[in-house]
């Protein structure tokens, strides 16, 4: 394998930095853990370094997004998926979290604050300008082995990502070489047509990727739902009002270049659902006035994408269709998920919220691949190296011997 995994190493009496991605959706009206599949997917490889002193850390939300938390909460919710206790830090870098590093005895947890808390992790950096933050070294220095198990966060080039490689072994976690296995093996033998299904709010992040998806063979049609498919409506002079989005008239011309450039390959929605005096009403798209915000799709929409769906040799859906955690706005992205787990394509569904939908509406086990990374999966199908990846892959060639 070109990277090292947990299996090349004695654990025993090591103190661990494990980067996980516990990354939730939380509820911005109660500001609670509004779904936990992410902390879930921790405990395998927690469990597996259980002989170490494991301190862990992961980011939340974006700065200035009601998102943007504490990890006070995802420790309590950790410490009752693995029976058994893990401490708290409200500090990332400074003297108390290296003190707390420094107490641990074998066999103990540590989670460390939300890593955004550090200016420098909300930035992106190249491997030998990460290793010289302020939060590396600081860190560095107290550890023997990185663990990097937050795939959801692979295509960010952070320092708690890319800063450790020349440092420390790096090696994956469970998650990060169960999905590159498993990636590996379906893109090995994935068909066309490919189908993209893609929603959710990330905008910027996906347009680059939608663009190096149809120049790679990926994407044969993108369907599309959710903000980015309100930015394509308005590239199309479908929605004639202002989305109220960051750097909106850069964003919108870049997906009408697209469409310009790749005429046949989109699709956008031709009806959608809006709140109407607290009801859901279905509406043309070319009925929206102004203020009305779109919450989900509409029946005619989801017939056409079901058909291409039904179609498809190989399915990839990242993203809600919309709203679907609201009462009675959960149709889409239902709908979708059904089309797509009653097709006969390898079928992939990617990101939290998806994962989340999957299992509410009982679908999971008609899927090929399930992964709760969103923009990491998506640019891993693009055939781009991702941060951890190259991160990975240099520490294995520096250390692998020394293992």
Same mark, same amino acid.
């Given at each position: 394998?070109?990277?090292?995994?947990?299996?090349?190493?004695?654990?025993?009496?090591?103190?661990?930095?494990?980067?996980?991605?516990?990354?939730?959706?939380?509820?911005?009206?109660?500001?609670?853990?509004?779904?936990?599949?992410r902390?879930?997917?921790?405990? $395998?490889?927690?469990?597996?370094?259980?002989?170490?002193?494991?301190?862990?850390?992961?980011h939340?939300?974006?700065?200035?997004?009601?998102?943007?938390?504490?990890?006070?909460?995802?420790?309590?919710?950790?410490?009752?998926?693995?029976?058994?206790?893990?401490k708290?830090?409200?500090?990332?870098?400074?003297?108390?979290?290296?003190?707390?590093?420094?107490?641990?005895?074998?066999?103990?947890?540590?989670?460390?604050?939300?890593?955004?808390l550090?200016?420098?992790e909300?930035?992106?950096?190249?491997?030998s300008? /990460?290793?010289?933050?302020?939060?590396?070294?600081?860190?560095?220095?107290?550890?023997?082995?990185?663990?990097?198990?937050?795939?959801? =966060?692979?295509?960010?080039?952070?320092?708690?990502?890319?800063?450790?490689?020349?440092?420390?072994?790096?090696?994956?976690?469970?998650?990060?070489?169960r999905?590159?296995?498993?990636l590996?093996?379906?893109?090995?033998? =994935?068909?066309?047509?490919?189908?993209?299904?893609?929603?959710?709010?990330?905008?910027?992040?996906?347009?680059?990727?939608?663009?190096?998806?149809?120049?790679?063979?990926?994407?044969?049609?993108?369907?599309?739902?959710?903000?980015?498919?309100?930015?394509?409506?308005?590239?199309?002079?479908?929605?004639? =009002? =202002?989305?109220?989005?960051?750097?909106?008239?850069?964003?919108?011309?870049?997906?009408?270049?697209?469409?310009?450039?790749?005429?046949?390959?989109?699709?956008?929605?031709?009806?959608?659902?809006?709140?109407?005096?607290g009801?859901?009403?279905?509406?043309?798209?070319?009925?929206?006035?102004?203020?009305?915000?779109?919450?989900?799709?509409?029946?005619?929409?989801?017939?056409?994408?079901?058909?291409?769906?039904?179609?498809?040799?190989?399915?990839?859906?990242?993203?809600p269709?919309?709203?679907?955690?609201?009462?009675?706005?959960?149709?889409?992205?239902?709908?979708l998920?059904?089309? +797509?787990?009653?097709?006969? /394509?390898?079928?992939?569904?990617?990101?939290?919220?998806?994962t989340?939908?999957?299992?509410?509406?009982?679908?999971?086990?008609?899927?090929?691949?399930?992964s709760?990374?969103?923009?990491?999966? +998506?640019?891993?199908?693009?055939?781009?190296?991702?941060?951890?990846?190259?991160?990975? $892959?240099?520490?294995?060639?520096?250390?692998?011997?020394?293992?």
């Amino acid at each position: 394998m070109r990277f090292m995994t947990i299996d090349d190493f004695d654990f025993k009496g090591k103190t661990v930095f494990l980067r996980v991605d516990m990354n939730c959706p939380i509820d911005p009206e109660t500001l609670e853990i509004s779904g936990t599949k992410r902390i879930e997917e921790t405990v $395998e490889t927690i469990n597996s370094l259980k002989d170490s002193k494991i301190v862990m850390a992961s980011h939340q939300g974006r700065v200035g997004n009601t998102d943007y938390t504490s990890m006070e909460k995802h420790a309590k919710v950790l410490q009752g998926l693995v029976n058994r206790k893990i401490k708290y830090v409200d500090d990332v870098i400074g003297v108390t979290a290296q003190n707390e590093i420094q107490k641990l005895n074998d066999g103990e947890i540590l989670l460390l604050d939300n890593l955004r808390l550090c200016a420098e992790e909300n930035y992106e950096f190249s491997n030998s300008d /990460a290793e010289k933050t302020i939060m590396v070294k600081r860190l560095a220095k107290l550890f023997d082995i990185c663990v990097l198990d937050s795939f959801p =966060s692979a295509h960010r080039a952070h320092p708690s990502i890319v800063g450790f490689s020349n440092i420390l072994p790096v090696c994956a976690g469970r998650i990060v070489e169960r999905e590159i296995k498993k990636l590996d093996e379906i893109m090995s033998v =994935s068909k066309s047509p490919h189908v993209i299904i893609l929603g959710g709010k990330k905008v910027d992040d996906r347009l680059e990727a939608i663009r190096l998806l149809i120049e790679n063979g990926r994407a044969e049609n993108v369907l599309l739902t959710g903000l980015i498919a309100s930015v394509f409506l308005r590239a199309q002079g479908r929605i004639k =009002s =202002s989305l109220g989005i960051n750097r909106e008239v850069e964003i919108v011309s870049k997906a009408h270049t697209l469409i310009g450039e790749h005429p046949d390959v989109f699709s956008t929605p031709v009806d959608v659902a809006i709140k109407q005096n607290g009801k859901r009403v279905e509406l043309d798209i070319r009925e929206l006035n102004k203020d009305d915000q779109i919450l989900d799709l509409g029946p005619k929409t989801i017939e056409h994408y079901g058909k291409i769906i039904s179609g498809a040799g190989t399915v990839f859906i990242s993203g809600p269709a919309g709203f679907f955690e609201k009462e009675g706005f959960d149709y889409g992205t239902r709908a979708l998920l059904e089309a +797509v787990s009653n097709s006969m /394509a390898t079928t992939i569904v990617s990101g939290g919220h998806l994962t989340s939908a999957l299992k509410k509406f009982g679908l999971a086990e008609k899927i090929t691949h399930i992964s709760t990374a969103g923009g990491a999966l +998506v640019r891993y199908l693009t055939g781009t190296k991702l941060p951890m990846v190259q991160s990975l $892959e240099e520490s294995a060639k520096k250390f692998r011997d020394k293992a």
